[in-house]
């Protein structure tokens, strides 16, 4: 299984050589961010749908992500004002949502072959590997899921929507940022992920048979206590 870990690493070594992070997305957030900067788009918030609070969402569409982000580490550097995160690639709020979630249901479209990076001939980059106990996973998005990536990668990295970074105030976990590491040793496919929701991706994914709720309950994995996520 380590060689497959090794093949992994190579995968994210060569794609992240052939593939450089566009200029307009090299930017912090905050006052460099165009992608939240009214002055980018006139009519900011057109093409966008109010249904919660203003003061939490951008636009108050709870898909757009909320109006703060981190600003203290670790998460700081993951997603907010000292990562490289640009979320929504440069496009503005109403442009983004039209490109990336469909039409009829207003639901985010998510990329083919569960978002694994793509060979020349097009089939997925992934493979089977163990991870040994003691890795740290972490997740931005609720437990329900069954995708991870290593502890601490960029969300740029993980080409997730900015809707995965809400949370309600007072959450117990912050920007919907959790950690886990791994109790018992379990097979997961890994790979390469694919550029989408105008990030660069090419991070690494882990792909589980169960959901994150069940690797917890059966005790393969167990969360991580962070005492400093804001």
Same mark, same amino acid.
């Given at each position: 299984?380590i060689?497959?870990?090794?093949?992994?690493?190579?995968? =994210?070594?060569?794609?992240?050589?052939?593939? &450089?992070?566009?200029?307009?997305?090299?930017?912090?957030?905050?006052r460099?961010?165009?992608? /939240?900067? &009214?002055?980018?788009?006139?009519n900011?918030?057109?093409? @966008? %749908?109010?249904?919660?609070?203003?003061?939490?969402?951008?636009?108050g569409?709870? !898909?757009?992500?909320?109006?703060s982000?981190? @600003?203290?580490?670790?998460?700081?550097?993951?997603?907010?004002?000292?990562?490289?995160?640009?979320?929504?690639g440069?496009?503005?709020?109403?442009? =983004?949502?039209?490109? $990336?979630?469909?039409?009829?249901?207003?639901? =985010?479209? $998510? &990329?083919?072959?569960?978002?694994?990076? @793509?060979? @020349? /001939?097009?089939?997925?980059?992934?493979?089977?590997? /163990?991870?040994?106990?003691g890795?740290?996973?972490?997740? =931005?998005?609720?437990?329900?899921?069954?995708?991870?990536?290593?502890?601490?990668?960029? $969300?740029?990295? !993980?080409?997730?929507?900015?809707?995965?970074?809400?949370?309600?105030?007072?959450?117990?976990?912050?920007?919907?940022?959790?950690? $886990?590491?791994?109790q018992?040793?379990?097979?997961?496919?890994?790979?390469?992920?694919? &550029?989408?929701?105008?990030?660069?991706?090419?991070?690494?994914?882990?792909?589980?048979? %169960?959901?994150v709720?069940?690797l917890?309950?059966?005790?393969?994995?167990?969360?991580?206590?962070l /005492?400093?996520?804001?």
């Amino acid at each position: 299984m380590i060689s497959s870990l090794v093949l992994i690493s190579l995968l =994210f070594v060569l794609f992240s050589a052939a593939a &450089p992070v566009p200029t307009h997305q090299r930017h912090s957030l905050n006052r460099r961010d165009i992608d /939240t900067d &009214p002055s980018h788009c006139p009519n900011f918030c057109a093409g @966008t %749908k109010s249904t919660d609070n203003s003061t939490l969402y951008i636009c108050g569409d709870p !898909r757009l992500g909320p109006v703060s982000l981190p @600003t203290a580490l670790p998460l700081a550097s993951l997603a907010g004002s000292s990562s490289s995160y640009h979320r929504f690639g440069g496009l503005c709020p109403g442009d =983004f949502l039209a490109r $990336y979630t469909d039409p009829a249901t207003g639901f =985010f479209v $998510y &990329p083919s072959l569960n978002g694994f990076q @793509t060979s @020349t /001939t097009g089939m997925p980059i992934a493979a089977n590997m /163990t991870l040994p106990r003691g890795t740290l996973l972490d997740r =931005f998005g609720s437990e329900r899921g069954n995708f991870m990536s290593p502890a601490s990668a960029p $969300y740029a990295q !993980r080409s997730l929507p900015p809707t995965n970074l809400d949370a309600a105030p007072g959450a117990e976990f912050p920007w919907n940022y959790h950690v $886990y590491e791994v109790q018992v040793p379990f097979v997961v496919l890994a790979g390469p992920i694919a &550029p989408w929701f105008g990030q660069v991706g090419l991070g690494v994914q882990f792909q589980m048979e %169960k959901s994150v709720q069940r690797l917890v309950e059966g005790g393969w994995i167990g969360r991580v206590n962070l /005492t400093a996520v804001s």
